[in-house]
Every structure is written in C-alpha cells, then in structure tokens.
C-alpha cells in the first residue's frame, strides 16, 4: 500500500513539463504532492504495524487461557463450599472467595445489595390417607404457601383445568384442589382454587412424567405439583369414590439480601464506554453447582486475572450475579441502577464444562454481538452453533437494549441437581469457553494499548 500510493504521486508529477512559471508552479505543487501522500504511507504503515502488534498481543492473551487454572475455582466454589444458594450463609462466603480472588489481581470489588423473595423447602409430603395407595413424590411450586405445621388432611376435589368456572358451586371449599396442568399459569389456578375456599391445591403434569414450576410470587395455599402418571391415579381414586390425603409442605418465603460482586478495569482511552462480562454465582438448593454455573464464574475469574495489567481503551467490568436462580433478581437489579454510562456490550457465560455443543445465542434482541462472536469463533477454529436462547442473565440486559452474547453449553443432563458435581465439569471446555469470551471481550473493549 504505501509504495501504490507514492508512485501514484510521482505519475501525477510527470504529466507536467517543468518550464516557465507555470511549469515551476506546477513542480511546486507536484512537491508537496508527493510529500503528502509520502506523509499517507507513513500513516498506513504506522496503522498497520499498530494493527500488526495489536495481533501478537491477543494471540500472547489467548495463549494465557488456561482451562486447568480456572477449574481450581470450580473446585474451590463447588467442591469445597457446594450449594450456595441466594440468601444463604453459604451465598455469602461464595461472595468472600469471588471478591478474594479479584483482590488478589488488583480489581476494586463493590458489593452490590439487594433484596429478593427468598424461597426454601423444609419438608413435603402427600399421602393417600383414607385406604392403601401407592406412594405419590410431590414437589413444591416456587413461592408455595405452607400447610400448618403438622399438616392438613382434607378431601380432594378434581377441578379440571383450575378455571374459575371449575370452582363453581362451591363444593372445593375446605377440600384439595386436584388440577390438570395446561390452560392457565400455575398462579391462576393456585389463585382459583384459594379464592374457591380450597386449603391446597395438587397440580398434576398433562405428560405422564415429573415437572417443576413457579408460582412467580407468593401464594397463600400450598401448592405441589405430581407427574401425570400419579394425578391421574388421585383422579380415577376421586371417581370411584371420597378421597382424602394427608399434606404436609413446609416452606420459607420471605424477602433476604444476596449481592452482585462487582470489579471494574478502567478504560484507558473511552472510560465511560462499559463493556461487561457476567456469570451467576448461586445455585439451587441441594446442587452443588459445578457446571450451572461455576463453570461460568470460573470463566469470568480466569479473565479478570489475565487482563488485571492489560491497558485496554474500553472500560471492562466483570459482575458475578446473585439470585439468578431464584428469576433473574440480581442481574434486574443491575441494569436498572448501572449508572449514565452506556454499556456497548454483554457477554454471557452459563454452563462452560458439560457437553460438547457450544452455542452462542441472543432471546430477542439485536444479533450484532452474536455476529461478532460467531466470526470470532470461526477464526479462532471453535465450533460454535448460533441460536436464540433465554434463561440467563442476558435477557436482562437485551431489555434495555444492550447488543449481548450468551455462550453456553446445552447439553447438561444432570445441571440443577445434586449430580451437577466437579467431577463432570471438563478443564479443556472451560478453556475453549474462555479464549471466544475473551477474543469477543478484546474486539469489543478494543485492542490493547
């Protein structure tokens, strides 16, 4: 390039001869002609080189991930403190040891507080009481109400779909309401049943298998759901003849305080354009969490320790969410006090080490950060699956507009359950997982300075 464009000068030079006034006028100008677009080359090829160093260093990055280094997090927040769900003793010290560690690289850590409708399960039990019947494995809906403390014991009443048309007449009052799944949201119909009188509510699957579900806030009855295989059996029991059954639901709801851990990396050259990398830090109850999502946050950790001494022209923030689990609370709660200054970009990181698919997804918003992602991927020679998902944090931050990547892993069978354990997550994911997140996060926070 820079040679092209000082000939094409010198050409332009030659047309003329140089005799008389003009002529000299003219080899005046063809001078400073040919010293511009000399000054033009000097600036490409000072761009280029530039352009050049830029490489090398997001390759000398690159060549820092490292999978096994990041897995000693998985094994230090899902081996050693297991479960840690929002709102637990356990939620806090998960917190100390993320905040330790980005202390340990020189990040300034903020403790962000909130509040979140906290829900636990003590006990649960449903039981045929007025003849023999096969054991039935009730689970609670989030956000049920609790039965007193020994329980309550009643008639079931069989209400179709839980319409209020269902509750007609008023014979579900004092009784167990048994509803078919479909129709409605398990709230309307938990809502129907207690407005009918009815001191619980049963919701059984339309498939014969188990599920789980939300109420998406508090309700006052108890509310459980059974598979389809045992609901039906309630239904044929009622038909045949009166039913009753014992149930027994013992559960905490109530509001509690969990946090986002916050470290911010200055830009050196755009302060106030934010590019942010995020994870969730709880778990379920009952579930270690080491794929959903240590995994992540052992991501988002291993980052923040390569780049704590790379200046970057983008400020980099690194938010490890809390209450996730419980519906998004706390990454709401962040983009809803992120401060006036823009956020550019969101890169996602949920289920790094289970599975062999790696995708990379936007729920509803714009794809130009997908785009990016998937390009990057393909230089970096990762396979990748581009899609649309939601369940994350990122729908969050799409709400307000936010460009966002979600990189994740779908194919974990055993995630949200006590076998989501150390042992199943794989070093050599994590590391693939880091090098896309941290080629995204170097395209968009711009090159090293």
Not at 61 to 88: C, D, E, F, M, N
Not at 161 to 170: H, I, Q, S, Y
Not at 436 to 443: G, H, P, T, V
Request: with cysteine; charged share 20%.
């Amino acid at each position: 390039m820079t040679g092209s464009g000082a000939v094409g000068c010198e050409r332009r030079a030659r047309r003329d001869p140089v005799g008389g006034p003009r002529g000299r006028r003219c080899a005046a100008r063809n001078v400073v002609a040919v010293a511009a677009c000399a000054a033009v080359g000097l600036g490409a090829l000072v761009a280029l080189q530039r352009s050049d160093a830029g490489a090398a260093t997001r390759e000398a990055l690159l060549a820092r991930v490292s999978g096994q280094r990041a897995y000693q997090h998985v094994l230090a927040l899902a081996g050693k403190i297991g479960p840690h769900v929002a709102g637990t003793p356990e939620d806090r010290t998960s917190g100390q040891y993320i905040a330790a560690a980005l202390a340990r690289d020189g990040y300034a850590v903020e403790w962000q507080p909130f509040t979140f409708p906290y829900f636990a399960v003590r006990m649960v039990s449903l039981a045929v009481s007025s003849g023999p019947a096969p054991p039935l494995h009730p689970r609670v809906l989030q956000y049920s109400g609790a039965t007193p403390a020994g329980g309550v014991t009643a008639e079931i009443f069989v209400a179709g779909l839980g319409r209020p048309e269902d509750f007609a007449g008023g014979a579900a009052s004092g009784k167990v309401a048994v509803i078919e799944r479909g129709g409605a949201t398990f709230k309307a119909k938990a809502e129907a049943a207690a407005a009918a009188g009815a001191v619980a509510a049963v919701i059984y699957n339309a498939q014969p298998g188990e599920f789980s579900g939300t109420l998406g806030s508090a309700v006052r009855i108890p509310v459980v759901g059974l598979s389809g295989a045992e609901g039906q059996q309630l239904v044929a029991a009622a038909k045949a003849g009166r039913v009753a059954v014992h149930l027994n639901v013992q559960a905490a709801n109530e509001p509690r305080t969990t946090w986002n851990i916050i470290a911010t990396k200055p830009g050196a050259r755009e302060p106030h354009r934010i590019v942010i990398v995020g994870a969730h830090r709880d778990t379920v109850e009952g579930a270690p969490g080491a794929n959903d999502n240590t995994s992540g946050v052992a991501v988002a950790l291993d980052l923040a320790e390569i780049l704590k001494n790379v200046p970057l022209p983008s400020t980099v923030r690194f938010v490890f969410f809390g209450a996730e689990e419980e519906g998004l609370y706390g990454s709401a709660y962040y983009v809803d006090h992120h401060g006036p200054d823009p956020i550019a970009a969101y890169v996602n990181l949920d289920m790094e080490g289970v599975g062999r698919r790696l995708m990379i997804s936007t729920y509803r918003g714009s794809d130009s950060l997908v785009q990016t992602a998937a390009r990057l991927a393909s230089e970096l020679r990762i396979p990748a699956i581009v899609g649309r998902d939601g369940g994350s944090d990122h729908i969050n931050f799409e709400r307000i507009g936010v460009p966002v990547a979600f990189v994740f892993r779908p194919d974990d069978p055993y995630y949200d359950t006590p076998k989501d354990t150390v042992d199943r997550v794989d070093p050599s994911l994590l590391e693939v997982s880091e090098r896309l997140a941290l080629a995204i996060l170097l395209d968009t926070a711009g090159a090293p300075q």
